[in-house]
């Protein structure tokens, strides 16, 4: 199972919460394809003991050849987030995209069926984190 996520990476972007949700994942062939700038701050994050192995992934920044074979892509924002191009580009491919409820996300996402919307700081996850 292959996810994506393409970013410029500032806080907002919410790449700390994405990175400590793969602790949840129950998939060995689970992995998360990190594609963008701003990804160095969370390079030490990744050796955490809840990450699993190997699962956390920074491939060249073609961005359009690994959305394509991509499962789904991650939009984790978790403030201040307009309407991200990587969720078009991901619609043009048909991947479906998971995405958080905070700027204009929601607006392209059918749920269930062109992918997933879910709260902002879930509060099922941060008890767990």
Known sequence: MIAVCAAHVR???????????????DNPN???????????????MAKKPYVRENSLHWPPKDVPSIMA?????????????????????????GTPSIVTTTGGSPELIEQNETGLIVPVKMPSYSAKL
């Open 69 to 93: 074979m991509a499962d789904f892509q991650i939009q984790p924002s978790i403030s201040g987030e307009g309407l991200p191009r990587t969720i078009i580009e991901a619609m043009a491919n």
């Open 11 to 25: 806080p907002s972007k919410g790449i700390d919460v994405l990175i400590e949700a793969t602790h949840f994942v």
């Open 30 to 44: 689970f992995h998360l394809l990190l594609i963008g700038s701003g990804y160095e701050p969370y390079f030490d």
